[in-house]
């Protein structure tokens, strides 16, 4: 884990570099910490003025809102207006230095995390046009994911809203993702197989939705009332999606990142190859189960009947199978108007063509971001912050890496309950 003496040096050095305004492209003002006055969350607030009062809806249009990701292998930082436009997007991606290690070594992470902060944070205002000072909050990744990773964003995002006397919102890692729906991200080129139309962001999608989120250790079917209303329909009862690709990767020698490797070694293999078992556990359940189709993988590779190509093919195909139906029994069962996926194994192609031919032939409305929004980002910190924000939540100086939150817990935020 991160020594005290890690934490002290990474806070004082962004203070520092606040109170210098060297963090600033836009030019300086207003007061805060940095000028030496005591700052507390809504001594701006994201209204301009005075926000502490956390009334919902208090929010200058368009907000700035600098988002912070670090809840594993990608230091990134964000400037969102609005909500809704992206002005920067920085991604400093770990995965050559983990790679050698098969995955993501944890305390690496962190000292990486270290090293890249400060100058994402610096690119991404510098690409965005802007100073802390023009900005109205900072939001950040508090949790899930892997403890030391979350505790720099966290006390760097402390540490810079505090020196410019900014609000501050943390943010829970899956509700950002999900929130990765609600960016305006520009036309961008479609996957192979995608209609163009539909591989691009139109207007905020409506509610009731239904999200699939696929990221990590996660599988989740998440239905979305509202903003802040989330409720789990279903989840992974074993394997995530995510972690299976992985683990068929090491079986087929592929490496890591296991998930883009198997998508484009699937591309050359025919998906109905191998017969593959497909767990839908009992009837009417949401859940879902990958260990037992990995475990068949494991054999079909033993045997050596099949090409690695089409063990690929035929494994992403099962996977999406499973979360396609799934996904679209939810919708069935809910009501809800959209259908949206979200999380690293979005980005798979099986799976995105699986899901868009399937909301055409129901005629149910489907949502995918764009490759470069599924994996782990900030702008869609920044956008799920923004939309705390409007309705009045802030966070405390208290706030602390939390490597199990989960969706919908708001003790994060000041008069929850929380810190």
Request: glycine letters at 14%.
């Amino acid at each position: 884990m991160l020594g005290n003496e890690f934490r002290k040096g990474l806070v004082s050095d962004l203070v520092k570099l606040v109170g210098k305004n060297q963090f600033s492209a836009g030019g300086a003002s207003g007061g805060g910490a940095a000028s030496g006055q005591e700052a507390a969350p809504g001594s701006k607030g994201a209204s301009g003025e005075d926000a502490a009062s956390g009334e919902e809806g208090a929010v200058r249009e368009p907000a700035l809102v600098l988002g912070i990701e670090t809840s594993c292998d990608e230091t990134s930082a964000a400037v969102v207006a609005g909500g809704i436009r992206i002005l920067s997007n920085i991604i400093a991606s770990q995965v050559d230095l983990h790679r050698k290690y098969g995955g993501v070594v944890p305390e690496i992470a962190s000292r990486k995390h270290l090293e890249t902060f400060i100058p994402c944070v610096n690119e991404a205002l510098e690409q965005a046009g802007v100073g802390m000072r023009d900005l109205d909050a900072v939001a950040v990744t508090c949790g899930p994911g892997l403890a030391g990773a979350l505790l720099v964003g966290v006390t760097g995002g402390k540490a810079l809203a505090y020196g410019a006397g900014l609000d501050m919102v943390g943010v829970n890692h899956l509700e950002g993702h999900i929130y990765a729906n609600f960016l305006d991200a520009g036309p961008g080129p479609a996957l192979r197989g995608e209609h163009t139309q539909q591989a691009r962001q139109g207007p905020a999608p409506e509610f009731p939705l239904v999200c699939l989120v696929v990221s990590g250790g996660h599988t989740d079917l998440i239905l979305m009332k509202g903003h802040g209303s989330y409720e789990v329909l279903g989840r992974t009862r074993d394997d995530a999606a995510g972690e299976a690709f992985d683990k068929v990767a090491r079986l087929l020698g592929l490496g890591y990142p296991g998930g883009p490797l198997v998508d484009s070694l699937a591309q050359k293999g025919d998906p109905d190859a191998v017969a593959l078992p497909k767990a839908y556990l009992e009837e009417g359940s949401l859940d879902t189960s990958f260990s037992g189709l990995k475990t068949a993988v494991a054999h079909v590779v033993r045997q050596g009947s099949f090409s690695p190509e089409d063990i690929a093919a035929s494994f992403q195909k099962a996977v999406a199978s499973v979360l396609a139906d799934k996904a679209f029994a939810a919708v069935r069962r809910t009501g809800a108007r959209v259908l949206a996926l979200a999380g690293g194994v979005s980005a798979n192609s099986e799976l995105r063509r699986t899901m868009l031919s399937s909301g055409e032939r129901l005629g149910v409305a489907v949502r995918i971001p764009p490759p470069r929004l599924c994996t782990d980002n900030a702008a869609m910190v920044a956008c799920a912050g923004y939309h705390g924000l409007v309705r009045g939540l802030r966070s405390g100086w208290d706030l602390n890496a939390l490597p199990n939150l989960a969706v919908g817990d708001e003790s994060i935020y000041l008069g929850a309950g929380g810190i």
